[in-house]
């Protein structure tokens, strides 16, 4: 069964008609030809296929597109403005945080969607004081980013970028 | 001589870098062509037999479904000598998840439905999937994963083990583990115009076009023109960037001939193919399990006498992989007596292949560990032992080493690491954790691979294009030789701009063996010099010139080898036995180092896979089924953000006068080497526990 859907993608509003069955990884990378997010799993499983939806960090795989009907959806590639790239995506540069770079566009979007949740209090498994406003230390970015794999094992240098992120 | 003049040397961020951060990128499966079709695998569900009949039309009747194929009606192929590769070409199975067939369809989704509806009866055969040391049936390979002998005797090694007066005799395992590129093996084949001919052949002028994932596109290319029985110079091979490969995408496997023959069922259609995280554990390849008997004999004063390093692996049915596990005891240490050998067993099993560091990844965790077991026997400090040990040329073919720098890393990282401040074992308790310390030692040999030709063209302006169709898989490689250029024809690293990843570029050998910038490089600096020598300095615009990489005869007079010395600090949870590693320090002797980022980051990236695959990794064969049963994340654990605390590289600032131009040798594969040993010895360091199978798991540490 088809049904058309709106998704507004990288700030261009797309309709599209698709199978209900397809996930909103799927409608991206396959009907609207958003390649920046990736597919490593398709299980939830790696992270490489983190958007932003409406703002918070989602696996795409994971949630179907009929699901997202009129979502604001943001990728890698939406992040930076008219080439000009995030500050995320300029620490990563920096930090040489990424090797192969399959998984950087999912790993940058949830380090900004963490970032977010840091901004407004979440507590994570890291944190100790669970009322207070949270501290971002190596910790904690370890623990909410660790739904994003990376095999090149860049781990060590996100966090870096994280950190100056953190600091700035 | 080039002179370094300022680009190499240089902490150069990756050209691709913007590419890769903003998801501009194009791997291949993003490649966009026109009017796809894509393609879902039918599966084997047993692991040896036949398939008896086949009843694709529920699949073909799926709306939207293009074709369903099979043995019985896949294109017939040129080549069926490499088995892996004889994909659909008759009834046999000859592992749990071999392809039986393939659906195509106007989208994924109807592609993957369609492929759950064939129904395959298969007239099943017993099978056989374990690997164990006492099996009947182990025979010697006639040689081994690189082209090595499969045994070696030197010496008396029985007599020397029994006058020894200290010695360990030890067995060692490692399971099977999957190299996960975060990039499922993908292909998108396209043939332009897509035509045979009634007889069965190709039109005139049928090219395929494959935008594919490879560590090596001339490879690809290759082997499918053999494969299909095209010239070669009508098939290309596209792959700029690659998610990864770690030895898994450095040849083809069955995907890329499933694709291509695929896209001859529906004439007209580029198909798409990506095998999902799940398809990977069977036709990706994988790095085989090892049992490992290692004996060491030595004296008091712990100068040894005897090395035995004796290895059991298995290999596939349809191809042999004889991974070369024991070859780096013929050269690590010096001992008068030695032997090696690699026997296999044949299983029902996946084909298994090149997984990072092949041979030495597996081969020192065993040998390592023995190593510390030999130092604890001694009472000697386990950097003393492998001093004490350290051979002045090589043992196995008396050659004198290129540069080898083994004891400078090891004192070098005690110093940095604060190796002084390691205990007895299980005697640093901090509050309810158990620390220690571990040390190891790590080699990998220097590889040149001989193929490789280079094209220097100037466009004008000051802008040089460099062109080489080789492979950036993450290595930092297209950096790499994008400074290598640079220096070599004197201008700056902007005025440079080098193109790889396409076997219509001069041909180039594969992204393997940490081989790539040396063989490459070499090539680049050749062409580069030919260039110069040809239009000087002041080039016309379209002036253009290329080179071979010339032949090295070093490689004949010198034993070359990278060394390096890993150290790990473990915090062991007293009560759960759970193993977090605090920190892990590598100090490595590579040569020259091109790029100092990039190169960091390979080598902190060789030691957190090594940190996998010390606490996580092992795949889990059902040898009832024959099946790989935790074939995802989920199940097979890979390190993720909060297992890699704090992990760190340095290196001996150095050239190799013997390698080439570049005085590199490579820098890949060495960091995984040495790195679960170094964590397994300081796990013994922190709770007195010898762990001498892989992965460390806390039970093991709970007994």
């Given at each position: 069964m088809d049904a058309r859907i709106t998704l507004r993608v990288d700030g261009r509003v797309r309709p599209v008609a698709l199978d209900t069955r397809t996930t909103l990884l799927d409608a991206l990378r396959d009907h609207l030809s958003v390649t920046s997010p990736k597919k490593g799993c398709d299980h939830g499983q790696c992270g490489a296929c983190t958007v932003l939806l409406d703002g918070r960090r989602v696996v795409s795989c994971l949630i179907l597109a009929v699901a997202c009907d009129g979502a604001e959806v943001t990728t890698a590639q939406g992040l930076a403005e008219e080439g000009e790239p995030h500050p995320v995506q300029r620490a990563f540069l920096e930090e040489d945080a990424f090797q192969c770079g399959f998984c950087t566009p999912g790993q940058v979007c949830s380090a900004v969607g963490m970032l977010e949740e840091v901004?407004?209090?979440?507590?994570?498994?890291?944190?100790?004081?669970?009322?207070?406003?949270?501290?971002?230390?190596?910790?904690?970015?370890?623990?909410?980013?660790?739904?994003?794999?990376?095999?090149?094992?860049?781990?060590v240098n996100i966090v870096a970028a994280l950190r100056e992120e953190a600091e700035s | 001589m080039t002179t370094w003049r300022g680009a190499v040397g240089v902490p150069a961020a990756r050209v691709e870098g913007p590419a890769k951060v903003s998801g501009r990128a194009g791997y291949a499966y993003d490649r966009p062509v026109a009017d796809p079709a894509y393609a879902f695998p039918v599966q084997a569900t047993i692991a040896r037999g036949r398939v008896v009949s086949i009843d694709s039309a529920a699949a073909a009747a799926v709306e939207g479904v293009l074709a369903v194929v099979t043995h019985r009606d896949a294109a017939?192929?040129?080549?069926?000598?490499?088995?892996?590769?004889?994909?659909?070409?008759?009834?046999?199975?000859?592992?749990?998840?071999?392809?039986?067939?393939?659906?195509?369809?106007?989208?994924?989704?109807?592609?993957?439905?369609?492929?759950?509806?064939?129904?395959?009866?298969?007239?099943?055969?017993?099978?056989?999937?374990?690997?164990?040391?006492?099996?009947?049936?182990?025979?010697?390979?006639?040689?081994?994963?690189?082209?090595?002998?499969?045994?070696?005797?030197?010496?008396?090694?029985?007599?020397?083990?029994?006058?020894?007066?200290?010695?360990?005799?030890?067995?060692?395992?490692?399971?099977?583990?999957?190299?996960?590129?975060?990039?499922?093996?993908?292909?998108?084949?396209?043939?332009?115009?897509g035509e045979w001919d009634a007889g069965g052949g190709f039109a005139e002028d049928a090219r395929l076009t494959l935008f594919d994932s490879t560590q090596g596109p001339h490879v690809v290319r290759s082997t499918l023109a053999r494969v299909f029985g095209l010239p070669p110079e009508r098939v290309r091979v596209i792959s700029p960037y690659v998610g990864g490969g770690f030895g898994s995408k450095g040849m083809p496997h069955a995907h890329n001939v499933l694709a291509v023959v695929a896209a001859r069922a529906v004439p007209g259609r580029p198909v798409k193919l990506?095998?999902?995280?799940?398809?990977?554990?069977?036709?990706?390849?994988?790095?085989?399990?090892?049992?490992?008997?290692?004996?060491?004999?030595?004296?008091?004063?712990?100068?040894?006498?005897?090395?035995?390093?004796?290895?059991?692996?298995?290999?596939s049915a349809i191809k042999e992989f004889a991974e070369q596990t024991a070859v780096g005891a013929r050269m690590m240490y010096a001992a008068p007596n030695r032997r090696t050998s690699h026997r296999l067993a044949v299983l029902d099993v996946p084909v298994p292949s090149w997984m990072r560091a092949p041979g030495e990844a597996p081969g020192f965790f065993a040998l390592e560990v023995a190593m510390d077991e030999l130092a604890q026997a001694c009472g000697l400090d386990p950097i003393e032992l492998r001093a004490r040990n350290d051979p002045e040329v090589d043992p196995e073919s008396g050659r004198p080493w290129s540069g080898r720098h083994l004891v400078r890393c090891l004192r070098e990282g005690a110093v940095r690491f604060g190796w002084a401040e390691r205990t007895a074992p299980g005697t640093r308790l901090v509050g309810r954790e158990l620390v220690g310390l571990g040390v190891a030692a790590s080699t990998y040999p220097y590889y040149r691979f001989p193929g490789s030709r280079a094209v220097v063209a100037y466009e004008g302006g000051g802008r040089y294009t460099v062109r080489i169709g080789a492979a950036?898989?993450?290595?930092?490689?297209?950096?790499?030789?994008?400074?290598?250029?640079?220096?070599?024809?004197?201008?700056?690293?902007?005025?440079?701009?080098?193109?790889?990843?396409?076997s219509d570029l001069p041909a180039a050998t594969v992204a393997g063996g940490s081989s790539g910038t040396t063989s490459w490089g070499s090539a680049v600096v050749a062409a580069c010099r030919a260039f110069r020598h040809v239009y000087g300095e002041q080039p016309?615009?379209?002036?253009?010139?290329?080179?071979?990489?010339?032949?090295?005869?070093?490689?004949?007079?010198?034993?070359?080898?990278?060394?390096?010395?890993?150290?790990?600090?473990?915090?062991?949870?007293?009560?759960?036995?759970?193993?977090?590693?605090?920190?892990?320090?590598?100090?490595?002797?590579?040569?020259?180092?091109?790029?100092?980022?990039?190169?960091?980051?390979?080598?902190?990236?060789?030691?957190?896979?090594?940190?996998?695959?010390?606490?996580?990794?092992?795949?889990?064969?059902?040898?009832?089924?024959?099946?790989?049963?935790?074939?995802?994340?989920?199940?097979?654990?890979?390190?993720?953000?909060?297992?890699?605390?704090?992990?760190?590289?340095?290196?001996?600032?150095?050239?190799?006068?013997?390698?080439?131009?570049?005085?590199?040798?490579?820098?890949?594969?060495?960091?995984?080497?040495?790195?679960?040993?170094?964590?397994?010895?300081?796990?013994?360091?922190?709770?007195?526990?010898?762990?001498?199978?892989?992965?460390?798991?806390?039970?093991?540490?709970?007994?």
């Open positions: 901004k407004a209090g979440h507590p994570s498994d890291a944190t100790d004081d669970l009322t207070g406003p949270v501290t971002l230390d190596d910790e904690e970015i370890r623990e909410r980013l660790s739904g994003n794999l990376c095999r090149c094992g860049a781990y | 017939r192929l040129a080549d069926t000598e490499d088995a892996e590769l004889a994909v659909l070409q008759s009834d046999a199975v000859g592992f749990r998840g071999q392809f039986v067939g393939v659906v195509i369809a106007e989208t994924p989704q109807a592609a993957r439905h369609a492929a759950g509806l064939v129904r395959v009866e298969y007239e099943q055969r017993p099978h056989d999937t374990e690997l164990r040391a006492d099996r009947p049936g182990l025979y010697a390979p006639e040689q081994v994963n690189g082209g090595f002998v499969t045994d070696t005797d030197e010496g008396d090694v029985d007599t020397a083990l029994e006058a020894a007066a200290v010695s360990v005799d030890r067995v060692y395992t490692t399971p099977m583990e999957f190299n996960n590129p975060m990039e499922p093996h993908s292909s998108v084949a396209v043939w332009d115009p990506a095998l999902t995280r799940q398809q990977m554990f069977a036709l990706a390849g994988h790095r085989t399990p090892t049992i490992q008997r290692v004996r060491l004999g030595a004296g008091e004063d712990g100068r040894l006498t005897a090395v035995a390093h004796e290895v059991v692996e298995h290999t950036d898989i993450g290595t930092g490689a297209w950096t790499a030789l994008t400074q290598i250029a640079a220096d070599a024809l004197g201008c700056p690293l902007r005025a440079v701009r080098v193109e790889i990843g396409d016309p615009a379209g002036a253009e010139a290329g080179a071979d990489m010339p032949d090295d005869p070093d490689v004949e007079r010198f034993a070359m080898h990278s060394f390096g010395a890993q150290f790990a600090e473990v915090r062991v949870d007293a009560d759960t036995g759970e193993v977090r590693v605090s920190r892990m320090l590598g100090v490595f002797s590579v040569g020259r180092v091109v790029n100092p980022r990039t190169a960091r980051s390979q080598f902190i990236g060789g030691m957190t896979m090594g940190l996998s695959m010390a606490l996580h990794e092992r795949g889990v064969l059902d040898h009832r089924t024959g099946h790989v049963i935790n074939h995802d994340f989920a199940e097979y654990h890979i390190a993720t953000h909060a297992d890699v605390v704090d992990v760190d590289a340095v290196w001996l600032d150095e050239e190799d006068v013997h390698t080439g131009p570049l005085g590199a040798r490579g820098i890949g594969e060495i960091g995984i080497v040495g790195a679960p040993a170094a964590i397994a010895n300081a796990v013994h360091n922190a709770t007195g526990v010898r762990v001498r199978d892989l992965p460390i798991t806390p039970d093991v540490l709970l007994r």
